[in-house]
């Protein structure tokens, strides 16, 4: 299938905080409550469509785990989207924030679009970290910020999407050079840039879905 | 220390393969991705590298790296052949191709394990997963039928027969046992085998790894009790 766009993510976080979940929950829309430990990095691919075009979502679901992260690092380079996941029934999992956040700055484009991730937020009697903690930690870096679960879907979809929404504002402000590979975003297949979108390039009637659906 | 993953851009000569069978077609993996290795700085000195449209061509998870969606991948040299997985027991599953990679071309053997498939909806090809192989281990699990079994460091284990034409099967599984046997014994002086051999060598190594990995599985699951390693449903292996 043709595509305007292609733009690579990649999943980073804490071990266990649903990475692979929300993974599968958006290219398949279901949900696996026990999952395999993610070694390496594992793909996942789907097409969206913002403002009209097609946008294939290339996926990097890395490895949590602190004995793969030197490992993961290399796996950064290159990506246009981050989702930086922490589990809202771990504290543990957002005190590190800050390190993946480090990890992710260092090894990646500085225009590249993180998106911070609660998940897990059906899990609300368990709840560890308050979803004003969240936010508070994404005005602060300048991250969007959502909560998701991926067991309900709830907000995975826009996670996903409004990820892409912003990488797609930014490549209509000129921020991102799409014939620079390293910025993570590639034409699409006969695709030339005069009919991608580009500076100037009309910034209204991004749809697909709202920015936020509440269910969260 | 970052691996040297993404750093390896191929130059203007690659080597490349398909299914299982070096262009050249007389070189085996040992020697082809020593021929990586030798390249060098410059990228020639003293390799038998040939150019990319030979005429057998790349293989089919080459050609889809080839193809431009994974920019850091693209220059891989990829041993691969198309596989099927299948149960312990021999019953068919799905279509895999995989592969192995060396990241650099200071590498003397590869590093990386790739996996694709064909996509659900239209059959397109799909890369599954990359993984680095120091934590995966590759077994003959039934030479007769030409099945190999991958391992991971996390337990996961999955079994994969070989899928090519009859005439040339044979030869390109045991390309894949010399790649294992290379991969089993570098550096530890191991003299050259024979598949006879194998069978019972890999009994007794895939016993002893399988208690290797049966540390390295309780070291995980000590740092990570929460988690309960199962099929990766993402690729559904």
């Given amino acids: ?216 | 220390m970052v691996p040297a993953l993404f750093f390896f851009r191929g130059i203007s000569l690659r080597v490349h393969q398909r299914a299982g069978r070096w262009d050249d077609g007389r070189q085996e993996p040992k020697s082809a991705f020593r021929a990586v290795g030798e390249m060098g700085s410059s990228g020639l000195a003293g390799c038998s590298v040939v150019p990319a449209c030979a005429p057998e061509g790349p293989g089919w998870l080459q050609r889809h790296l080839l193809s431009g969606e994974f920019d850091q991948l693209r220059n891989f040299t990829i041993f691969e052949s198309n596989f099927v997985q299948v149960t312990r027991f021999g019953e068919v599953a799905n279509k895999v191709t995989m592969g192995v990679a060396a990241s650099s071309p200071a590498l003397e053997l590869p590093d990386l394990l790739l996996l694709a498939g064909p996509t659900k909806e239209d059959g397109c090809p799909q890369l599954l997963g990359l993984f680095p192989l120091q934590f995966v281990q590759l077994f003959i699990h039934d030479e007769s039928r030409q099945q190999l079994k991958v391992k991971f460091c996390t337990g996961r284990a999955f079994y994969l027969q070989l899928r090519a034409p009859a005439e040339t099967r044979a030869l390109e599984f045991s390309k894949w046992v010399r790649l294992l046997y290379r991969l089993r014994f570098h550096g530890q002086g191991a003299v050259p085998f024979t598949q006879e051999e194998w069978g019972d060598e890999d009994w007794d190594e895939e016993t002893d790894l399988e208690d290797q990995e049966r540390d390295w599985r309780d070291q995980l699951q000590a740092r990570e009790a929460r988690l309960d390693p199962q099929t990766s449903e993402l690729w559904g292996l």
């Fill in chain 1, 1 to 216: 299938m043709t595509y305007s766009y292609l733009f690579k993510y990649i999943i980073i976080g804490d071990t266990g905080v649903g990475k692979s979940c929300l993974l599968l929950q958006f290219t398949d829309k279901r949900f696996q409550p026990v999952h395999d430990l993610t070694i390496g990095v594992e793909f996942g691919a789907r097409m969206v469509n913002i403002d009209g075009k097609q946008i294939k979502l290339q996926i990097w679901d890395t490895a949590g785990q602190e004995s793969f992260r030197s490992i993961t690092r290399s796996y950064y380079r290159g990506a246009a989207g981050a989702l930086l996941v922490y589990d809202i029934t771990r504290r543990e999992t957002f005190n590190h924030l800050t390190s993946w956040l480090e990890d992710a700055r260092q090894h990646s484009s500085s225009n590249m679009v993180i998106m911070l991730i609660g998940n897990k937020s059906d899990l609300e009697s368990r709840r560890d970290v308050k979803r004003e903690e969240g936010e508070a930690f994404a005005r602060e870096h300048g991250l969007i910020f959502m909560e998701t679960s991926a067991k309900t879907a709830c907000n995975v979809e826009e996670a996903f999407i409004n990820t892409a929404k912003e990488i797609y504002r930014k490549i209509q402000q000129g921020l991102f050079d799409v014939h620079n590979e390293a910025n993570g975003i590639k034409i699409g297949p006969q695709q030339s840039i005069s009919t991608s979108a580009g500076p100037g390039a009309c910034q209204r009637n991004i749809r697909d879905t709202g920015s936020d659906s509440g269910c969260c």
